[in-house]
């Protein structure tokens, strides 16, 4: 190719075999460098992008969670369901797809539908969507929170809601439970421990004290109180078994349920704190005010 040249030469130089080679394989190191870093973005962001590409196939799979608030008289239903994306590959996912909730009452209706679509087209936009527990469950209602069943408190009926997305999403493997340390186990099973013992000690010694004395005899041989109802030990079988039994219900890591003196933990917002050793101790998360 012919080019005219307007200006002076002020120097030259011959493009050599080599040259070429030369920016050739710049070139291709730069094509390299360009590739490994768009990798590396990839694989930090790692975010699962849905759109419009994503039809919602004709079934999804879900779970219904039933929802009982002293706030309302019937029960809400929330419904959410997932699309598994990769189906049958070892990229195999479950994400939330869309959420519902229905209920008798229909008071609420206007917000509750208002937010479980914003919900849902959330949920279809993808990537990291745990936000949105964060976000509910730090929802105040400003006349007053309540206590669900097992003691945990709830500040609003969104933080609920909250709670339950929370729960769907670690069953489907989006949000981790931290793990807790085996030590940290061990010390809520020694405290729960020992404050069943403690507890059985005090009833059995509240049953000496009403006892006859050939029933002290007996109970001194087995100091133990057991749920046996037979003979003198208990003057009211009804009264005492049954307490007990409510009072210390503290085995059990699901479901656990605590004495019904226990006060709330503002560490874990259970009402799981009893005193021991006068000191306040959280037999849900170990919390001690003694350290
Ligand atoms: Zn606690």
Same mark, same amino acid.
């Given at each position: 190719m012919a080019v005219k040249i307007d200006k002076k030469i002020k120097g030259y130089s011959v493009v050599t075999p080599?040259d070429k080679?030369?920016q050739a ?19 930090? +962001? ?16 879900? =779970? ?48 509750? $539908? ?5 919900? =849902? ?41 909250? +709670?339950? $997305?929370?729960?769907? *999403? ?9 793990? *807790? ?18 507890? +059985? ?5 509240? +049953?000496?004290?009403?006892? %006859? ?6 109970? =001194?041989?087995?100091?133990?109180? %057991? ?5 003198? *030990? ?13 009072? $210390? ?13 226990? %006060?709330?933990?503002?560490? #874990?917002?259970?009402?799981?704190? $009893? ?6 101790? #959280?037999?849900? #998360?170990?919390?001690?005010? #003694?350290?």
């Amino acid at each position: 190719m012919a080019v005219k040249i307007d200006k002076k030469i002020k120097g030259y130089s011959v493009v050599t075999p080599e040259d070429k080679a030369k920016q050739a394989e710049a070139a291709k190191a730069e094509a390299v460098r360009r590739e490994a870093a768009e990798a590396a973005e990839a694989q930090a +962001s790692n975010v699962i992008q849905m759109h419009e590409r994503i039809e919602r196939p004709e079934t999804l799979i879900g =779970s219904t969670y039933k929802l009982k608030t002293p706030l309302f008289e019937h029960a809400l239903y929330v419904t959410i369901n997932d699309i598994v994306l990769n189906a049958g590959s070892e990229h195999e996912q479950r994400r939330p797809f869309e959420i519902f909730i229905n209920s008798k009452n229909m008071d609420h209706f206007q917000w509750i $539908v208002a937010l479980t679509r914003i919900m =849902s087209a959330v949920f279809r936009k993808g990537g990291d969507v745990t936000f949105l527990v964060e976000e509910m469950k730090a929802v105040f209602d400003p006349r007053g929170g309540y206590f669900k069943a097992g003691g945990v408190y709830m500040p609003s009926l969104v933080a609920e809601l909250g +709670s339950i $997305v929370e729960d769907h *999403l670690k069953a489907i493997g989006m949000i981790k439970d931290p793990e *807790l340390s085996d030590a940290q186990r061990a010390l809520i099973a020694e405290k729960r421990a020992a404050y069943a013992a403690l507890d +059985s000690k005090k009833n059995s010694e509240i +049953s000496l004290a009403g006892a %006859t004395p050939a029933a002290v005899a007996t109970t =001194s041989e087995a100091p133990v109180v %057991t749920d046996d109802r037979s003979g003198e *030990l208990f003057p009211e079988p009804k009264v005492r078994p049954d307490r007990r039994e409510e009072d $210390v219900e503290v085995t059990g890591d699901g479901g656990v349920s605590f004495p019904p003196s226990a %006060t709330m933990c503002h560490k #874990c917002n259970t009402k799981a704190l $009893v005193i021991m050793d006068g000191c306040a101790t #959280c037999l849900n #998360c170990g919390y001690s005010k #003694c350290g």
